[in-house]
């Protein structure tokens, strides 16, 4: 009873502490509020659309004035002609087109005459969804053209249509997008990006708060309210933080799955688990970082540093996989690494907790960082014997 009274202690000083100091809500609630407004508003159309491709028409032919039209058609793709290359050069090169085609000369009697005219494609691969988009788009309508003369010519020699396919295209594909059926680029990007600067908030505000103690001088006075008990004084003043970043969490995963209709193929409440473990484990780490480095600005950077490599290793825009062994060894000490792929079998494929429950296991580890620097840190909030600037 007395270890849960300090407990209790412990727990509304620090409440009173995130009344005084609107760092706290502002570092979280206000950051998760403005994430979340950007992220589904910058991306709420999906996919690009328009791009501008630029198109310069050396033949002037009803064949290459049908390509500029199929072109522009196509939802992605919106055609710029110039007059020459350096002009459409000049336009890549300053990021008014994405790419540009040169339909070369005599390409209509290159194709009567079956000699095969080569059309060429200038890509800015620099923007790489924009220069990737505009490329796949150049390449369709180009291969849909080719087929399109060759047909003709078939025809011409008096052959069916199923034979004429059958030449054209002899194998059919038969593609399934899984878990992102539209090529949804908020789904794609937003379900991952949310939790992971979640990760980065609890990191980050829970190495504050934490720090802060000692920055001010005030980690005493917590040992004192909570009876001299470093355990006690430590979960009064996590369980604010965690029951925060979990509401903060759940909020966002219903407004994903929920609102915005993002694909979740399984549970949302299984959801909810993986985001409130992923959230013990990052509040484990950031106290093993302030634990390991007693400073408060070195602290809040390694944390910052950490956070921002967890994107990059998450495995969402690169697969782990194809990195060289060392860093797949690295991804795995980090908790959005986990959550990821917990998300994956949860939200697209819909295995159940025998899919995903490696992945809880590996983040209640994190939970046993704390133990490594507990002694450290307890006697840095005793003696105050680290710097404070």
């Known amino acids: 009873m007395i270890f849960l009274k300090n407990v209790k202690a412990s727990m509304l000083r620090e409440l009173r502490l995130m009344r005084q100091r609107p760092v706290y809500l502002l570092a979280s609630v206000g950051v998760m509020t403005f994430c979340c407004i950007f992220f589904l508003t910058f991306l709420r159309d999906g996919m690009p659309d328009n791009l501008p491709i630029g198109i310069v028409d050396n033949d002037n032919s009803s064949l290459s004035r049908n390509i500029i039209r199929q072109i522009d058609a196509t939802q992605l793709g919106k055609t710029v002609v110039f007059d020459s290359y350096a002009s459409a050069r000049k336009a890549l090169?300053?990021?008014?087109?994405?790419?540009?085609?040169?339909?070369?000369?005599?390409?209509?009697?290159?194709?009567?005459?079956q000699r095969q005219p080569v059309l060429t494609f200038y890509v800015n691969s620099l923007y790489f969804v924009g220069g990737a988009l505009a490329y796949k788009d150049l390449l369709t309508m180009a291969n849909l053209s080719s087929g399109a003369v060759q047909r003709e010519f078939l025809r011409a020699k008096g052959m069916n249509d199923n034979a004429i396919m059958g030449q054209i295209q002899p194998i059919v594909i038969d593609a399934h997008q899984i878990g992102n059926t539209t090529t949804d680029y908020g789904v794609y990007l937003t379900n991952v990006l949310m939790p992971g600067i979640l990760e980065m908030i609890v990191?980050?505000?829970?190495?504050?708060?934490?720090?802060?103690?000692?920055?001010?001088?005030?980690?005493?006075?917590?040992?004192?309210?909570?009876?001299?008990?470093?355990?006690?004084?430590?979960?009064?003043?996590?369980?604010?933080?965690?029951?925060?970043?979990?509401?903060?969490?759940?909020?966002?995963?219903?407004?994903?799955?929920?609102?915005?209709?993002?694909?979740?193929?399984?549970?949302?409440?299984?959801?909810?688990?993986?985001?409130?473990?992923?959230?013990?484990?990052?509040?484990?780490?950031?106290?093993?970082?302030?634990?390991?480095?007693?400073?408060?600005?070195?602290?809040?950077?390694?944390?910052?540093?950490?956070?921002?490599?967890?994107?990059?290793?998450?495995?969402?825009?690169?697969?782990?996989?194809?990195?060289?062994?060392?860093?797949?060894?690295?991804?795995?000490?980090?908790?959005?690494?986990?959550?990821?792929?917990?998300?994956?079998?949860?939200?697209?494929?819909?295995?159940?907790?025998?899919?995903?429950?490696?992945?809880?296991?590996?983040?209640?580890?994190?939970?046993?960082l704390p133990a490594l620097v507990y002694k450290r840190l307890r006697n840095a909030y005793q003696s105050l014997c680290f710097p404070r600037n």
């Open 93 to 113: 090169q300053t990021g008014r087109i994405n790419a540009f085609c040169v339909i070369p000369e005599d390409m209509y009697n290159d194709v009567l005459s």
């Open 203 to 368: 990191i980050l505000v829970t190495v504050y708060a934490l720090g802060s103690e000692l920055k001010y001088g005030t980690s005493r006075h917590l040992l004192e309210k909570s009876g001299g008990s470093m355990t006690a004084a430590m979960l009064g003043k996590l369980i604010p933080y965690t029951v925060l970043f979990t509401i903060l969490g759940i909020i966002c995963d219903l407004i994903l799955y929920d609102l915005a209709g993002f694909p979740l193929a399984g549970s949302i409440w299984n959801m909810f688990l993986g985001t409130f473990v992923m959230v013990l484990a990052c509040e484990s780490v950031a106290f093993f970082i302030i634990g390991a480095l007693p400073i408060l600005r070195l602290a809040i950077s390694i944390s910052a540093l950490y956070s921002v490599l967890g994107f990059s290793l998450a495995g969402f825009t690169f697969p782990v996989e194809a990195m060289p062994p060392y860093i797949q060894g690295l991804a795995a000490a980090f908790p959005l690494r986990h959550y990821y792929l917990m998300y994956v079998q949860e939200a697209v494929f819909a295995s159940g907790f025998n899919g995903w429950y490696p992945q809880i296991v590996y983040l209640l580890i994190f939970m046993f």
